[in-house]
């Protein structure tokens, strides 16, 4: 059924496109032409997106919007291409690395094996995964370089503001939806549960996994039944399926946490969001390259010190304790708090 | 004869290319209202699918990038023209296979699990046998929603679809972190173990280690001509094609209509599962979780299904024509300034969706452009309303017809 809902999105993209017409297309369908300026520059970044999308409100998107950025501030030529299905990984990798680019940025663990076939066979273009170590790549290729967030850190944040909010209110259970059992994600999951627990050592802990990252179905179902279970606060790492859970909770009328990029703007009852910046990592890393910097065969890592992680807007309900978390966040950075990144409740 | 079939056969070629140029007309209207320019997009676009190999003019770099293109293209059909052959083979008994998904999941978990065990076997013998082995099970799963339907009338619709989560949820768990079937290698990822180098689809033109094209595109072709001899060529063909148009007057002819559903259903299974034995030891080696989840290979056979009109050929062309557009549409992104690399991808769906609503609807299009009678349409209603059940020698049976096989459902 999935084509049928493939197609209601093609349909749902055609209305919203007929409708922006009136407005604003001619506007935003030109920005990224207008700001090219530097074809003397031989540099060309190319962003190859994982089955996400660009527009998942997150990872990708971010991922895009650091090639912007690099684009703008850099003078770089870019480009992206998105994969529809993992049989366009080879390809869309070797397509970018024949094009010339210096850096090419595969966007996600699923990269993985692709990523071992492709930097072999272009030893003198360099590549950047994020998520992902450079070690474990197949072949330990030396013109990888790893993009690393302590996504841990931004869970224990906004764990922790659930914890704090949950006390005040006398919630007593907080909830949280992965996209899978897998590091990039548990990391977020066991910051979360620690950072809880480390405002409300009684607060009971929910998880539930989707395996599924694109459609928000499964994760609104899971969040329904956490949310039927008791959960006041639900946080999401499931990327674009996230976004059902999401719904879930501004349904059922209980606080939401976005994931990645900050989805403040979904509405009210976001409280906060739990940043991964992968932006900056794409901006660092092309930017790195221009000066001569690049770390094959290592990993780069974002942190809150380097504003790799945090968290973002708070709501009105959150508001209240941004001093709190302002001082957790320099405990971190301090080194004070060490994250776990095994979860305690799976 | 000759020229009569001919005529048929270009007759029925004429309304799915209608509908094509029309999706891709309404397409550059979509494109035209956001700012770009529909005429340089679709040349991006048929560049990008490395169609352009084919002109002898194009040389040097943009050669070596057309070749590899084009191998992507024929990469991505060739799953294509098997599950559509798949969904097409029910239809013509008068089901609709919207399983195809759940065979092919199925079938890869086989498939990629017995290429990666066994490991002391000789390679051929060892592709041979994991890729069949898939297509069984393949077969398996799909003759379970036949026999539902011939022993309790279950509709196939229904349980096709729930077939497909079933498959889709256990393979997911089967790879997940910790889960009976996660590599051995792959800490923290939710992928299985990798087929061995040696066990890999011989490929034919372009770099194997940069995913050139392999010879499953054979195995697809092959499968196609076989799909074409059943159909036309053999008792069974007859039968499927008599019990697709009245399984009633089938069974006072004598024919055994629930051995029918299953059988055929199998069949649609191993043309599923064949997709699946291509993909895994053409290009992909490995299985994932993600890629589970995320594959639309058996859902897209439905439209391929649709706009090839059930046939052989039209089927591979317009699994061709998909592939194309996958590869195509996303090759234009390298051009930013031609298109938003944010609406890029949702060109192809629209495409596609506009493919498959007008295939549903291209009578009233017909109607409207006054075109039926001239192309024969009626022809096989006339048949039926005389009760000539087994006049079945329409080539290109009515696909809304085909999405009807019980009145009144």
């Given at each position: 059924?999935?084509?049928?809902a493939?197609l209601?999105?093609?349909?749902a993209?055609?209305?919203?496109?007929?409708?922006g017409?009136?407005?604003t297309?001619?506007s935003?369908?030109r920005?990224?032409?207008?700001s090219?300026?530097?074809?003397a520059s031989?540099?060309?970044?190319?962003?190859?997106?994982?089955?996400?999308?660009?527009?998942?409100?997150?990872f990708?998107h971010?991922?895009?919007?650091?090639?912007?950025?690099?684009?703008?501030?850099l003078?770089?030529?870019?480009q992206?291409?998105?994969?529809?299905?993992?049989?366009?990984?080879?390809?869309?990798l070797?397509?970018?690395?024949?094009?010339?680019d210096?850096?090419?940025?595969?966007?996600?663990f699923?990269?993985?094996?692709?990523?071992?076939?492709?930097?072999?066979?272009?030893?003198?273009?360099?590549?950047?995964?994020?998520?992902?170590?450079?070690?474990?790549?197949p072949?330990k290729?030396?013109?990888?370089?790893?993009?690393?967030f302590?996504?841990?850190?931004?869970?224990?944040?906004?764990?922790?503001?659930?914890?704090?909010?949950?006390?005040?209110k006398?919630y007593?259970?907080?909830?949280?939806v992965?996209?899978?059992?897998?590091?990039?994600?548990?990391?977020?999951?066991?910051g979360?549960?620690?950072g809880?627990?480390a405002?409300?050592?009684?607060?009971?802990?929910?998880?539930?996994?989707?395996?599924?990252?694109?459609?928000?179905?499964?994760?609104?179902?899971l969040?329904?039944?956490?949310i039927?279970?008791?959960?006041?606060?639900?946080?999401?790492?499931?990327?674009?399926?996230?976004?059902?859970?999401?719904?879930?909770?501004?349904?059922?009328?209980?606080?939401?946490?976005?994931?990645?990029?900050?989805?403040?703007?979904?509405g009210?009852?976001?409280?906060?969001?739990?940043?991964?910046r992968?932006?900056?990592?794409?901006?660092?890393?092309?930017?790195?390259?221009?000066?001569?910097?690049?770390?094959?065969?290592?990993?780069l890592v974002?942190?809150?010190?380097?504003?790799?992680?945090?968290?973002?807007?708070?709501?009105?309900?959150?508001?209240?304790?941004?001093?709190q978390?302002?001082?957790?966040?320099?405990?971190?950075?301090?080194?004070?708090?060490?994250?776990?990144?095994?979860?305690?409740?799976? | 004869?000759?020229?009569?079939?001919l005529?048929?056969?270009?007759?029925?070629?004429?309304?799915?290319?209608?509908?094509?140029?029309?999706?891709?007309?309404?397409?550059?209207?979509?494109?035209?209202?956001t700012?770009?320019?529909?005429?340089?997009?679709?040349?991006?676009?048929f560049?990008?699918?490395?169609?352009?190999?084919?002109?002898?003019?194009?040389?040097?770099?943009?050669?070596?990038i057309?070749?590899?293109d084009?191998?992507?293209?024929?990469?991505?059909?060739?799953?294509?023209?098997?599950?559509?052959?798949?969904?097409?083979?029910?239809?013509?008994?008068?089901?609709?296979?919207?399983?195809?998904q759940?065979?092919?999941t199925?079938?890869?978990?086989?498939?990629?699990?017995?290429?990666?065990?066994?490991t002391?076997?000789?390679?051929?013998?060892?592709?041979?046998l994991?890729?069949?082995?898939?297509?069984?099970?393949?077969?398996?799963?799909?003759?379970?929603?036949?026999?539902?339907?011939?022993?309790?009338?279950?509709?196939?619709v229904?349980?096709?679809?729930?077939?497909n989560?079933?498959a889709?949820?256990?393979?997911?768990?089967?790879?997940?972190?910790?889960?009976?079937?996660?590599?051995t290698?792959?800490?923290?990822?939710?992928?299985?173990?990798?087929i061995?180098?040696?066990?890999?689809?011989?490929v034919?033109?372009?770099?194997?280690?940069?995913q050139?094209?392999?010879?499953g595109?054979?195995?697809?072709?092959?499968?196609?001509?076989?799909y074409?001899a059943?159909?036309?060529r053999?008792?069974?063909g007859?039968?499927v094609?008599?019990?697709g148009h009245n399984?009633?007057?089938a069974?006072?002819?004598g024919?055994?209509?629930?051995?029918?559903?299953?059988v055929?259903?199998?069949?649609?299974g191993?043309f599923a599962?064949?997709?699946?034995?291509?993909?895994?030891?053409?290009?992909?080696f490995?299985?994932?979780?993600?890629?589970?989840s995320?594959?639309?290979?058996?859902?897209l056979?439905i439209?391929?299904?649709?706009?090839?009109?059930?046939?052989?050929i039209?089927t591979v062309?317009?699994?061709?024509?998909?592939?194309?557009l996958e590869?195509?549409t996303?090759a234009?992104?390298l051009?930013?300034?031609s298109?938003?690399?944010?609406?890029?991808?949702q060109?192809t769906l629209?495409?596609?969706?506009?493919?498959v609503?007008?295939?549903?609807t291209?009578?009233?299009a017909?109607?409207?452009?006054?075109?039926?009678?001239?192309l024969?349409?009626?022809?096989?209603q006339?048949a039926t309303?005389?009760?000539?059940?087994?006049?079945?020698?329409?080539?290109?049976?009515?696909?809304?017809?085909?999405?009807?096989?019980?009145?009144?459902?």
């Amino acid at each position: 059924m999935k084509v049928f809902a493939r197609l209601s999105a093609g349909a749902a993209v055609a209305a919203a496109v007929a409708a922006g017409l009136i407005g604003t297309a001619a506007s935003s369908a030109r920005t990224t032409r207008s700001s090219k300026k530097s074809s003397a520059s031989s540099f060309t970044l190319g962003v190859v997106a994982d089955t996400g999308g660009l527009n998942d409100h997150g990872f990708n998107h971010l991922a895009y919007v650091g090639e912007l950025a690099a684009h703008a501030k850099l003078g770089v030529k870019y480009q992206v291409l998105v994969s529809t299905s993992s049989a366009d990984y080879v390809p869309y990798l070797t397509k970018e690395a024949e094009n010339g680019d210096k850096l090419v940025v595969a966007v996600g663990f699923d990269f993985t094996d692709a990523l071992g076939q492709v930097a072999k066979e272009f030893p003198k273009t360099h590549f950047a995964i994020i998520d992902t170590p450079a070690q474990t790549i197949p072949g330990k290729p030396k013109n990888v370089e790893g993009l690393i967030f302590k996504s841990q850190q931004s869970g224990y944040l906004v764990g922790y503001l659930s914890g704090l909010v949950s006390k005040a209110k006398g919630y007593k259970t907080v909830s949280t939806v992965g996209g899978q059992d897998i590091p990039s994600v548990t990391a977020y999951i066991a910051g979360f549960q620690a950072g809880a627990r480390a405002a409300d050592p009684k607060i009971k802990l929910l998880n539930a996994f989707s395996n599924n990252f694109a459609d928000q179905a499964p994760c609104e179902t899971l969040a329904d039944n956490q949310i039927a279970q008791g959960s006041k606060i639900v946080f999401q790492v499931a990327g674009g399926c996230g976004l059902g859970a999401l719904q879930a909770a501004k349904q059922h009328g209980v606080y939401g946490i976005g994931v990645d990029a900050d989805q403040g703007y979904l509405g009210s009852y976001i409280l906060t969001s739990a940043l991964k910046r992968v932006n900056n990592a794409v901006f660092q890393a092309t930017q790195d390259l221009l000066h001569g910097k690049f770390t094959g065969g290592g990993n780069l890592v974002y942190d809150v010190n380097n504003n790799g992680t945090g968290y973002g807007r708070l709501n009105a309900v959150a508001k209240p304790y941004a001093k709190q978390l302002q001082k957790l966040l320099a405990e971190i950075k301090a080194g004070k708090i060490n994250v776990p990144t095994t979860m305690l409740v799976k | 004869m000759k020229s009569s079939a001919l005529k048929r056969a270009g007759r029925s070629a004429v309304i799915p290319l209608i509908t094509v140029l029309t999706a891709f007309v309404l397409a550059g209207l979509v494109m035209l209202v956001t700012g770009n320019d529909p005429l340089s997009s679709y040349g991006a676009i048929f560049d990008g699918t490395g169609l352009n190999w084919l002109f002898p003019w194009v040389s040097g770099h943009n050669r070596t990038i057309a070749a590899q293109d084009l191998q992507q293209t024929l990469v991505a059909a060739a799953p294509l023209v098997l599950t559509g052959l798949s969904v097409a083979f029910a239809f013509r008994v008068g089901l609709f296979n919207i399983g195809a998904q759940g065979q092919y999941t199925v079938a890869s978990v086989i498939a990629v699990w017995v290429g990666t065990v066994f490991t002391s076997m000789d390679p051929v013998i060892h592709i041979v046998l994991a890729i069949f082995l898939g297509a069984l099970v393949g077969a398996g799963w799909a003759a379970l929603a036949g026999w539902l339907k011939a022993a309790f009338g279950a509709h196939e619709v229904i349980s096709t679809i729930m077939l497909n989560w079933i498959a889709i949820w256990v393979a997911s768990y089967l790879f997940q972190e910790g889960g009976p079937l996660q590599g051995t290698q792959a800490l923290g990822n939710p992928v299985s173990n990798t087929i061995a180098g040696n066990l890999h689809l011989p490929v034919i033109w372009g770099n194997p280690e940069l995913q050139g094209l392999d010879v499953g595109v054979f195995l697809a072709l092959i499968v196609a001509v076989l799909y074409w001899a059943i159909i036309r060529r053999s008792t069974l063909g007859y039968e499927v094609r008599a019990v697709g148009h009245n399984p009633t007057a089938a069974t006072a002819s004598g024919m055994n209509v629930a051995r029918s559903y299953i059988v055929t259903m199998a069949i649609c299974g191993a043309f599923a599962g064949l997709a699946a034995g291509i993909d895994v030891f053409g290009w992909e080696f490995q299985v994932s979780s993600t890629t589970i989840s995320t594959s639309q290979v058996g859902f897209l056979g439905i439209a391929v299904a649709l706009l090839g009109r059930n046939t052989a050929i039209g089927t591979v062309a317009a699994a061709l024509l998909f592939g194309a557009l996958e590869t195509g549409t996303a090759a234009i992104n390298l051009n930013p300034s031609s298109i938003n690399p944010e609406l890029a991808p949702q060109l192809t769906l629209i495409i596609e969706g506009l493919v498959v609503l007008l295939v549903s609807t291209d009578l009233i299009a017909l109607r409207l452009l006054g075109l039926p009678r001239k192309l024969g349409w009626g022809k096989p209603q006339a048949a039926t309303a005389r009760g000539d059940a087994l006049a079945v020698d329409d080539p290109a049976r009515d696909p809304a017809e085909a999405l009807r096989p019980e009145p009144g459902l």
